[in-house]
C-alpha cells in the first residue's frame, strides 16, 4: 500500500494551495480519509476528515479556510486550502483508514511566507 501526497510548496500569505493523496495498492472501499498537519514542535493535528460516503468533517485548524474532497473511483483525496498563514507553515500528512487499517502518507512540506 501507498499514499502519495503531493502538492506542497513554498507560497506567499494569502495565496491558496491545493494538495492531494493517491492511494494504491489494495482496494479501498470503505475507508475514511482525512488530512492532518505537523508544525515544528507541535503534535500532529487533525485538519479534516472525509468519509467513505462523503461527510466531511473538520478539526479547528481546518474549519473555515481548508476544504476536502474526495474522488473514491480515483482512490484520490484532496485538501483546498485558501488565504494560507503563515502559521499554516507545516508537514502535511494525508491518512486513509478503516477498521484494522491504518495507512499514512509520507507527508509534504508546505511552507507559508509572510
Known amino acids: 500500500v501507498q499514499l502519495q501526497a503531493s502538492g506542497g510548496g513554498l507560497v506567499q500569505a494569502g495565496t491558496s494551495l491545493r494538495l492531494s493523496c493517491a492511494a494504491s495498492?489494495?482496494?479501498?472501499?470503505?475507508?475514511?480519509m482525512g488530512w492532518y498537519r505537523q508544525a515544528p514542535g507541535k503534535e500532529r493535528e487533525l485538519l479534516a476528515q472525509?468519509?467513505?460516503?462523503?461527510?466531511?468533517h473538520y478539526g479547528d485548524s481546518g474549519e473555515g479556510r481548508f476544504t476536502v474532497s474526495r474522488d473514491s473511483a480515483e482512490n484520490t483525496v484532496t485538501l483546498q486550502m485558501n488565504s494560507l498563514k503563515p502559521e499554516d507553515t507545516a508537514v502535511y500528512y494525508c491518512?486513509?483508514?478503516?477498521?484494522?487499517?491504518?495507512?499514512w502518507g509520507q507527508g509534504t512540506l508546505v511552507t507559508v511566507s509572510s
Open positions: 495498492g489494495r482496494n479501498f472501499m470503505g475507508f475514511h
Open positions: 491518512r486513509w483508514v478503516v477498521a484494522g487499517y491504518d495507512y
Open positions: 472525509i468519509s467513505w460516503g462523503g461527510n466531511a
